[in-house]
């Protein structure tokens, strides 16, 4: 049984973890990304947008996320710790699914072009061999007939520092999520991550795997003067308008100037951020502060 939710309020909440008191991981049904039909759907939006829009794959719960929704989130912290190499193995069943789903993303583009003119260049091989660079950099050119790029999500930061130590997300994430980068980064694509909370001390490191872009940036825990300063020349940014503080309790005046004061910060040169709320917009966010941002985007 996958991990399951519930929807009882706004949102969603975890309800099942199936791996809560097993460590049996040969035995667990993992879902097979090689399945033929499973990107059908995503075939056909593409070619029905024809590139009207930019268009990438969602690949939210990506490693630390989908591991503590499979083992739970208390056991899968105290895991790290003291189960350090299970987790590992746990991380590299999710990151091989990933992986090839990744990777099949990248083919509806090179699928397109073989459809219109055969090519003699051979298809992505299997994830569990080695993959010819050549093959995803060839993507590039001609990627609006496919996807424009890859969209992660996985968080790993509080209000206040990281969940865990930057030690163990050096040793359990990184090089996971830098094989996950790589396969859009290689393709000549952007590469976007939503990671809520104070993600100082990995920052550094999620430029050097090939970050593009920062989601949700949010201000009470990312401060935007100094995210721009250390990283403005590295990284573009996506969000930023205040939905913990301004939007929900702000007049309409506020929403505004908390809306210009994100352009100023994070585009000072106007570029470099996709403007919008820090992160979903639930009901505690009156209408007028939902028009008053949109009042406030420059025109």
């Given amino acids: 049984m996958p991990a399951g939710i519930r929807r009882q309020t706004e949102g969603y909440w975890h309800a099942h973890a199936p791996l809560a008191h097993t460590q049996d991981l040969a035995g667990y049904p993992w879902p097979d990304p090689n399945a033929p039909e499973l990107l059908d759907g995503a075939r056909a939006a593409l070619a029905t947008d024809e590139g009207q829009h930019f268009a990438v794959p969602n690949f939210g719960f990506a490693l630390f996320e989908r591991a503590w929704s499979l083992r739970g989130f208390d056991r899968l912290l105290m895991d790290l710790v003291s189960l350090p190499l299970w987790v590992e193995d746990l991380l590299e069943c999710i990151m091989e699914i990933q992986l090839t789903l990744a990777w099949r993303f990248i083919d509806l583009g090179r699928s397109s ?16 061999s080695e993959i010819d660079p050549s093959l995803l950099t060839s993507a590039a050119p001609n990627a609006s007939r496919g996807v424009d790029g890859g969209y992660f999500g996985d968080d790993y930061g509080a209000q206040r520092e990281l969940l865990f130590s930057p030690k163990i997300w050096r040793q359990m994430f990184k090089p996971r999520l830098a094989r996950l980068f790589a396969v859009f980064r290689d393709a000549g694509l952007p590469v976007i991550l939503h990671s809520d909370g104070d993600l100082w001390p990995i920052l550094p490191d999620l430029v050097e795997i090939g970050l593009t872009c920062l989601n949700p940036v949010q201000p009470e825990v990312l401060e935007h003067t100094r995210l721009y300063r250390e990283f403005g020349q590295h990284l573009s940014f996506y969000g930023g308008i205040p939905t913990q503080t301004v939007m929900p309790t702000g007049t309409p005046e506020q929403v505004k100037e908390a809306t210009a004061a994100c352009v100023r910060a994070l585009a000072p040169e106007g570029t470099g951020l996709i403007l919008g709320p820090s992160h979903r917009m639930q009901s505690d966010i009156p209408p007028a502060s939902v028009a008053a941002m949109l009042e406030a985007f420059p025109r």
């Fill in 113 to 128: 072009r073989r459809e219109e003119a055969p090519s003699s260049k051979p298809d992505i091989p299997n994830p569990q």
